[in-house]
DNA sequence: GTGCTTCTATGACGCGAGTCATAGTACGGC
DNA sequence: GCCGTACTATGACTCGCGTCATAGAAGCAC
């Protein structure tokens, strides 16, 4: 159910994932949404976002001993595939949240959370490719920003050659401190 | 009214903006929506992404004798402003009708047509700095991707850190071809 | 079997949204 | 003064949403 969530709020985002959605998507029992979601909506959506960052932050744990532009490049051709397969309708859970439901404080903590994740791996991995702790962060952050905005690029330009031209550019620059 | 559904839609998405909330916000008349919106929402939202979009386009204009970094510097610096102005409440328009509208083909070409014009913006002034055409393509895409994206993020940090790193990693690598 | 907990079924409720119809007003050309 | 056009006022209508209450089913200890 929390994947389906996320998998809904990837296409359409928060306002336009309904319960009735979820229940359709995942074929689970329209009564007990106020069972396992005694925190309504909010608590749904917090969850998938949780659980689409740490299938994320696992997918780039894979490639970790092959370094940060590994990292990224592996982050970048899941994306890829989700996009191309959906026809450009799969963004991030994430960036949606970041979007939408920054408001609510559940949702916007859930969403520093995974970014802060996400951050904490590309930094530790330039940190052992001897990069300054300073320049380690700022690069972290200049990868997520442009993962994320690449996602909606792509959206919008119904291809994928942002995605494409950020992880080219940032590959390298990862690498070499 | 543009204008109003513009700064609206900067803080609460699309969703989040009712034709009631822009009427209130500009203190135009609520019967007039359907007289000069024919088109509903869609119109108003996708003529206020247009006007934002324009907007920062002439401010990136401004610095333009100043060089690739100059723009970027200069559209980070409003935006960095209204940030922290409102507390952080205020990201960027086109990112949310990315994120958020991009199933109506009449906003999804608005947002097109906004990213192509900043695009075409910063791949001029880099090759002016004697970029290949391609180089600069990519690195134009870059730095709208990773902007977009560091606008996100400031919000859920509740930090303008990571335009900043965003700022201080792009700006030298705009200059130097 | 009985009773308790956990989960599911069904549907009603209230709210707020976008939209639209109808009526009313301002104003300029002739 | 008259009329056509442009704009505004008001409110009703439908639709879909999240939420909740109530009732029913399944599993399990004893």
Not at 31 to 36: A, D, F, V
Not at 107 to 121: P, Q, T
Not at 122 to 140: F, I, N, T
Not at 149 to 160: N, P, V, Y
């Amino acid at each position: 159910m929390v994947a389906s969530a996320a998998e809904l709020v990837r296409r359409n985002g928060i306002a336009g994932t309904g319960f009735r959605d979820v229940v359709e998507h995942s074929g689970t029992p329209r009564g007990s949404i106020s069972h396992h979601f005694p925190g309504g909506k909010r608590q749904m959506v917090s969850e998938a976002v949780r659980l689409s960052g740490a299938h994320a932050a696992t997918i780039m744990s894979h490639a970790e001993q092959d370094g940060p532009a590994a990292a990224l490049a592996e982050i970048c051709n899941v994306f890829r595939r989700s996009l191309v397969a959906t026809d450009y309708a799969a963004g991030c859970p994430v960036g949606a949240v970041a979007q939408e439901g920054w408001r609510e404080p559940e949702l916007r903590e859930a969403a520093s959370e995974v970014f802060d994740e996400w951050r904490r791996i590309l930094r530790g991995l330039m940190r052992e490719r001897g990069w300054s702790e300073e320049r380690a962060e700022d690069m972290a952050d200049l990868a997520v920003c442009a993962f994320e905005g690449a996602l909606l690029m792509c959206r919008i330009d119904r291809s994928t050659a942002p995605l494409d031209h950020v992880e080219h550019l940032l590959g390298p620059m990862l690498e070499a401190g």
